[in-house]
Nanobody, 121 residues
């Protein structure tokens, strides 16, 4: 089984920055994709940013130019650098990993517990 440990959330003023991290551990053969989602109260969970093993990245239009996703493949860790934060960025941020635990196994989705990000105005 794969375990995801998230950290880095907190309370910041508008215009500030936060850096989230998510470390995957367990019996991991390979990680195909790592991504960040977020969910605000009353809203559906939405994709914020994603990166594949080769390094290609994609961002939601609402965060493009302000957020940067990166990964440390050697440590099975993904980061989300969030700059120029806005109150509408407030929500619970979830790490998502698609990984295989064995060579012949299919890839499965794994989710972190979420970390709260609050941006005050």
């Amino acid at each position: 089984q794969v375990q995801l440990v998230e950290s880095g959330g907190g309370l910041v003023q508008a215009g500030g920055s936060l850096r989230l991290s998510c470390a995957a551990s367990g019996s991991i053969f390979s990680i195909n994709v790592m991504a960040w989602y977020r969910q605000a109260p009353g809203n559906e969970r939405e994709l914020v940013a994603t990166t594949v093993t080769a390094g290609a990245t994609n961002y939601a239009d609402s965060v493009k130019g302000r957020f940067t996703i990166s990964r440390d493949n050697a440590k099975n860790t993904v980061f989300l650098q969030m700059d120029s934060l806005k109150p509408e960025d407030t929500g619970v941020y979830y790490c998502h990993v698609v990984a295989r635990v064995m060579r012949a196994s299919p890839a499965y989705s794994y989710w972190g517990q979420g970390t709260q990000v609050t941006v005050s105005s």
